[in-house]
């Protein structure tokens, strides 16, 4: 008997004699380069080191985009925009030891936020490996051992053979639900030396689907089938997971109340009549949430920011849909279903009943209008106006990138995202530093409409160099710098805990002129003229920088 796959796996004549007669001149560097066209690859970012150089003078031979960061850690966060935005996994070429450990922070963002980031790293000669102290230029003991923490999995390669299954295992995981950063390293010899391997064709590395059990998903439609005051926390797997639609007429089927958390801004229509927003800051969603007797949520591990700083605890029966087995139930007991967000959701609109509740609508509404009320007690005219003005200038599809900053942590609850996977920030591990090059990666993956960069006067020190990258590839990247003086939320923090801040203060560069001596355009801003400078500055082709002299608050918090 014949198979299908042992038609599939039967070379053609051309594929046997491109086999016998592979191109001279080839380089391991060259296997790990094809190997990623056969996965499927267009772009791949990075920075070149002494160790990678086989890697990127591979580079020239394909077709690949090469993207190229001033430093480690930037090019990190552009590849995590990057595959947020395709959902592709996004190679990042790192060299050994300094270059490798400079991608850390990144890396953690994009398991924090499952991002698809598989990046790849130079080692040490393949006979300094081992522990042994050898002195090899970066030289590290256990350079593995210093990404085994942060990223999804490890994959080794010490020869040539070995590179285009450790690099399709690698893809394989950084796309398996939860999407996630891999790391592979490959010593530095091997990928110099000369191969005769053929060259690498096509790769098949598809991820298996996550699959919701289908007691559970029975148990947890019927719950919610028949609760009487049912509500939705959505989050970031939602966006991950391209489930917004499903979460959509799930919520109406049911009409159950959603709220999004700051990762899952999007996943759920900002002013649909069953929308809680994003206030999860607030004590008035807070009580909403633990008052209801089925709580699903979707996509999110009730973390300290969705959790209100772990002050939230439910009294209702919890149901929990995870892509990450190990999220599961750790923050509260649950009906936990170890399932892609997608597929859980599809599998609950299939069998949940229709359940009418003609009072949803109106207390979602009561729970706003008291968020807006607490609001308006407290003097937050300008912070208001400034969110307002960035929304206003923001075409409703421009993606947006935000920084560890006052105006972000103001956005996360307060801004309208408009639509599923438009709005990115650094709160799933909270670096700084990440809006800039994480929005130059988001405009490699879409040249088409413009991006929006948001940072501090403190997080945009971190970013500054990439002012030449943008130049240097014409990213059609909006770079709003609001400028306080200093590292403005920790300022607060520190006032309001100890009375007065210690090394929050910070001498600053005129970043108007700063950006001009890259050739970026640059306009500084005052409240009132927001709108028009944003808007203009995103309505044009190429790099511009908007500065906003401008000393933000908080809201006060609820869960002290």
């Not at 990127?56 to 990057?82: H, I, K, M, P, W």
């Not at 030289?139 to 285009?164: C, G, N």
């Not at 049911?254 to 990762?263: H, I, M, R, S």
Request: aromatic content about 6%.
């Amino acid at each position: 008997m014949t198979h299908d796959h042992d038609l599939v796996l039967r070379p053609t004549p051309a594929q046997t004699e491109a086999a016998l007669n592979p191109p001279a001149g080839r380089t391991g560097g060259d296997l790990v380069i094809e190997t990623l066209t056969g996965l499927g690859a267009t772009t791949v970012f990075g920075l070149p080191g002494q160790h990678a150089l086989g890697m990127f003078d591979a580079l020239r031979r394909s077709s690949l985009r090469y993207v190229g960061l001033r430093v480690e850690n930037n090019a990190g966060f552009a590849a995590d925009a990057y595959g947020r935005i395709t959902g592709e996994a996004a190679p990042l070429l790192l060299s050994t030891g300094p270059g490798a450990l400079m991608s850390l922070a990144a890396l953690q963002e994009a398991a924090a936020a499952s991002a698809p980031v598989l990046a790849v790293g130079s080692q040490i000669p393949a006979a300094g490996l081992g522990g042994g102290r050898h002195g090899y230029l970066h030289e590290l003991r256990d350079q593995q051992a210093s990404f085994r923490d942060v990223v999804k999995s490890v994959h080794t390669v010490r020869t040539h053979s070995q590179i285009p299954s450790a690099l399709a295992a690698a893809w394989e995981s950084a796309l398996t639900a939860p999407h996630g950063p891999v790391w592979v390293e490959i010593p530095q010899d091997v990928l110099l030396a000369e191969t005769t391997l053929p060259v690498v064709t096509a790769m098949d590395a598809t991820p298996e689907d996550v699959v919701p059990r289908p007691e559970l998903t029975a148990l947890a439609a019927h719950l919610l089938s028949t609760a009487e005051r049912p509500a939705i926390i959505a989050g970031g797997g939602v966006v991950r997971s391209d489930a917004s639609g499903k979460l959509l007429a799930l919520a109406e089927k049911l009409d159950a109340p959603v709220v999004t958390t700051f990762g899952g801004k999007g996943a759920f229509p900002w002013k649909h009549p069953l929308s809680l927003q994003s206030w999860l800051e607030d004590r008035h969603t807070t009580d909403f949430l633990e008052d209801a007797d089925v709580l699903l949520v979707v996509g999110s591990g009730l973390g300290e920011l969705s959790s209100n700083y772990h002050t939230f605890a439910p009294r209702g029966r919890v149901i929990q849909i995870e892509a990450d087995a190990g999220k599961l139930e750790s923050n509260h007991p649950a009906l936990g279903i170890h399932a892609d967000a997608r597929l859980a959701l599809q599998a609950l609109l299939e069998t949940a009943g229709d359940r009418t509740d003609a009072t949803a609508p109106a207390r979602v509404r009561a729970v706003l209008d008291k968020v807006a009320d607490r609001l308006a007690a407290q003097d937050l005219t300008l912070e208001r106006q400034v969110v307002a003005a960035v929304r206003e200038a923001l075409p409703s599809r421009a993606p947006s990138f935000w920084d560890m900053t006052i105006l972000a942590y103001w956005a996360w609850s307060a801004f309208d995202a408009r639509h599923p996977n438009t709005m990115h920030s650094a709160q799933g591990a909270g670096g700084l530093g990440y809006a800039f090059p994480a929005a130059l990666g988001a405009a490699a993956a879409d040249p088409t409409t413009p991006v929006l960069a948001v940072s501090g006067d403190g997080g945009a020190m971190y970013s500054i160099a990439e002012l030449a990258t943008a130049k240097q590839y014409g990213s059609d990247v909006t770079w709003l710098i609001v400028d306080d003086g200093g590292y403005g939320i920790l300022r607060e923090y520190m006032t309001d805990a100890y009375g007065e801040a210690t090394g929050t203060d910070l001498t600053r560069p005129d970043f108007v002129a700063l950006a001009e001596s890259f050739g970026v355009p640059a306009v500084r801003a005052t409240p009132e003229s927001l709108t028009a400078d944003l808007a203009k500055a995103l309505a044009t082709p190429g790099p511009s920088v908007v500065v906003l002299p401008a000393l933000l608050r908080m809201f006060e918090p609820t869960h002290l």
